[in-house]
Nanobody, 122 residues
Framework: QVQLVESGGGLVQTGGSLRLSCAAS????????MGWFRQAPGKEREFVGTFTRSGTTYYADSVKGRFTISRDNAKNTVYLQMNSLKPEDTAFYYC????????????????WGQGTQVTVSS
């Protein structure tokens, strides 16, 4: 099993940046595919991006070119760098982990953090 703890959320103005971190417990972090998802009030949880265990990244079209996922296996941490933030990026952001192959589908992920709020003011 792996436990995930997100941090780094907050309030930022349009055009600003934030970096979210997701710290994982356990000694097998490098074997997990890590994903970032977000959920705004009244909306379904949506895929933001993933960093697979093989080192490949995928992003939702809505964040491509603005968000970057990185991971440091030595620190058991995955990051979500968010630049050029827009009000529509406002949501609760979650990191998630899964074994096997990477996925854009939230139901495929076995482990979830508690989430962190990101609010972008206009």
């Amino acid at each position: 099993q792996v436990q995930l703890v997100e941090s780094g959320g907050g309030l930022v103005q349009t055009g600003g940046s934030l970096r979210l971190s997701c710290a994982a417990s356990g000694r097998t972090f490098s074997s997990y595919n890590m994903g970032w998802f977000r959920q705004a009030p009244g909306k379904e949880r949506e895929f933001v991006g993933t960093f697979t265990r093989s080192g490949t990244t995928y992003y939702a079209d809505s964040v491509k070119g603005r968000f970057t996922i990185s991971r440091d296996n030595a620190k058991n941490t995955v990051y979500l760098q968010m630049n050029s933030l827009k009000p529509e990026d406002t949501a609760f952001y979650y990191c998630a982990a899964k074994v096997g192959y990477g996925s854009r589908w939230f139901a495929d992920y076995e482990y979830w953090g508690q989430g962190t709020q990101v609010t972008v003011s206009s």
